[in-house]
């Protein structure tokens, strides 16, 4: 059964500051997910990483893929305010095409 | 243009009643999504459509749980007599055909609280 464990679970900030967030999984995957939630809101896609190696950007978040590792993470530069919200990391189970497994999400709090 | 919508934004019902969570995906995406997220977890899948039919029920908890969907359009969740365990967030996600090179674009989500 596949797992997917995020750390940390609660993420408290300072603006201009960097940190990451980790998604670690158990089984051999070769598609993974970050998505973004605000309260009360739907889940918002963010990357979509497909291959070891792969690195992508948007604005002050970084995600990036190592799949012989089984790690990928979430890299926030510089915080701001805005980037408060939840983000999970989700994993394509293996042998399906559509069906994914989510981590625990990280609640991330930037403070002023 | 209008994204995945769901029915209602909150429910609270009593233990042992039953409960109907309604979900309009995106017109002309074919694939739906069913998804719980209890407290402090994660999303777990429930169950899959392709159009009307079900391939994949395999995430349903238990026999209370039953979902239909009329042709590419409204899903239906269905929880028959509620209980505690059964309070969370139920997520409706749909895409334009089955897998994930297609994006899932999630729905706001209904709240239920079985009291």
């Known amino acids: 059964e596949l797992k997917v464990e995020q750390n940390p679970l609660f993420l408290s900030m300072q603006e201009g500051k960097n940190y990451t967030i980790y998604c670690n999984y158990s089984?051999?995957?070769?598609?993974l997910y970050w998505y973004r939630q605000d309260p009360g809101k739907s889940l918002e896609s963010l990357f979509v990483?497909?291959?070891?190696?792969a690195v992508k950007q948007e604005g002050r978040l970084m995600a990036s893929l190592d799949t012989k590792a089984r790690l990928s993470t979430l890299h926030i530069t510089a915080a701001v305010h805005d980037l408060s919200a939840t983000y999970f990391c989700?994993?394509?189970?293996?042998?399906?095409?559509?069906?994914?497994?989510f981590g625990k999400g990280t609640l991330l709090t930037v403070n002023p | 243009g209008a994204g995945v919508s769901q029915s209602p934004s909150n429910k609270v019902t009593e233990k042992g009643k039953d409960v109907e969570l309604r979900c309009d995906p995106i017109?002309?995406?074919?694939?739906l999504y069913w998804y719980r997220q209890r407290l402090g977890q994660g999303l777990e899948f429930l169950i899959y459509?392709?159009?009307?039919?079900?391939?994949?029920k395999s995430g349903l908890p238990s026999d209370r749980f039953s979902a239909e969907r009329t042709g590419e359009s409204v899903s239906t969740l269905t929880i028959q007599r509620t209980q505690q365990e059964d309070s969370a967030v139920y997520l409706c996600?749909?895409?334009?055909?089955?897998?994930?090179?297609?994006?899932?674009?999630f729905g706001p989500g209904t709240r239920l609280t079985v009291t």
């Open positions: 990483l497909l291959s070891n190696g």
């Open positions: 996600a749909s895409s334009l055909a089955p897998g994930l090179q297609y994006e899932q674009y």
């Open positions: 989700a994993v394509l189970s293996g042998g399906s095409n559509y069906k994914l497994t």
């Open positions: 459509f392709q159009g009307n039919s079900a391939p994949d």
């Open positions: 089984t051999t995957s070769d598609r």
């Open positions: 017109s002309g995406h074919t694939a």
